[in-house]
């Protein structure tokens, strides 16, 4: 059995391509001996994870990835939890996911009174997965002949100035860290080097109880700036693929040993 572990999969139940089950079979292929699930807002999946683990011999650790604002950027944080508290999170997430619901809402009520006929009918058609957002407002209003392009859509409705703009309702790093403590999680910032800022981890590590270091788009560089980052504030490094099942990364292309893991639990089940 092999001793590392990834510490970034998402799966069906967010934007993955795939099932917990086959995420875990292939990830047991390329000789993990860990992975985390950490799919975008919701743990819905883990249930299934868990069990293909216990069936197939690879353990799951418990995450999420939540998004979440810094001064207008939209920063991931990842939790980590100590297992047997999915249910209570899952309750937890959904609320939250329905506050971004009341958004669609709000929008659909202001095109109402300005005559702009649509329904909720009509924008969860174009819906997929669970939560609805203003792209789907958007492709409805295309769809009923409100409008005949993207730009149309925001120039005219949903862009800032527009008579229909609501803003996101995004939860604020602190607010993300507090609830991933609530919940007897660990506080990573996902993927420092892929944001508009490059100084995010400077701006948050107040909050932090970790760094996700080793990520495919990291240069090595920045991959040491980052751990010597860790280490000086006494914080976990924590790495991953954020496999989607699409692109050109593959479920293990980066993983760290799995004292990381050991480490992660530790911490999870004392804050
Ligand atoms: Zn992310
Ligand atoms: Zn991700």
């Known amino acids: 059995m092999g001793s590392s572990a990834d510490l970034h999969v998402h799966t069906s139940y967010s934007d993955g391509m795939y099932s917990p089950t086959e995420l875990v079979r292939m990830a047991r292929e390329v000789n993990l001996k860990a992975i985390a699930i950490t799919d975008h807002d919701t743990v819905a999946g883990l249930k299934e994870a868990k069990l293909a683990g216990k069936e197939i011999?690879?353990?799951?650790?418990?995450?999420?990835?939540?998004s979440c604002e810094l001064n207008d950027n939209e920063i991931h944080m990842l939790g980590y939890f100590a297992p047997g508290k999915e249910?209570?999170?899952?309750?937890?997430?959904?609320?939250?996911q329905a506050k971004r619901e009341e958004r669609a809402f709000e929008i659909i009520d202001r095109l109402n009174r300005k005559g702009v006929k649509i329904d909720i009918g009509e924008v969860r058609h174009f819906s997929t997965g669970k939560s609805i957002g203003r792209l789907h407002v958007a492709k409805a209003l295309m769809a009923?002949?409100?409008?005949?392009?993207?730009?149309?859509?925001?120039?005219?409705?949903?862009?800032p100035d527009a008579v229909a703009y609501v803003p996101k309702a995004k939860l604020s790093i602190k607010e993300a860290v507090e609830f991933i403590h609530e919940h007897h999680g660990v506080a990573v910032i996902a993927h420092p080097g892929m944001y508009r800022i490059n100084d995010a981890v400077e701006q948050t590590l107040e909050y932090l109880d970790g760094i996700e270091v080793w990520y495919p788009e990291h240069s090595p560089s920045f991959e040491d700036h980052l751990y010597?980052?860790?280490?000086?504030?006494?914080?976990?490094?924590?790495?991953g693929s954020d496999y989607h099942g699409v692109g050109r990364n593959h479920i293990g292309c980066v993983?760290?040993?799995?004292?990381?893991v050991?480490?992660?639990?530790?911490v999870a089940v004392g804050v």
């Open 144 to 159: 009923n002949g409100s409008a005949r392009s993207i730009h149309e859509v925001f120039h005219r409705y949903l862009g």
């Open 262 to 266: 050991t480490r992660l639990l530790e």
């Open 87 to 96: 249910d209570k999170l899952e309750e937890r997430l959904e609320w939250y």
């Open 228 to 239: 010597a980052l860790a280490i000086k504030n006494r914080l976990i490094a924590t790495g």
């Open 255 to 260: 993983r760290v040993p799995y004292a990381v």
């Open 57 to 66: 011999g690879l353990e799951v650790v418990a995450g999420v990835e939540l």
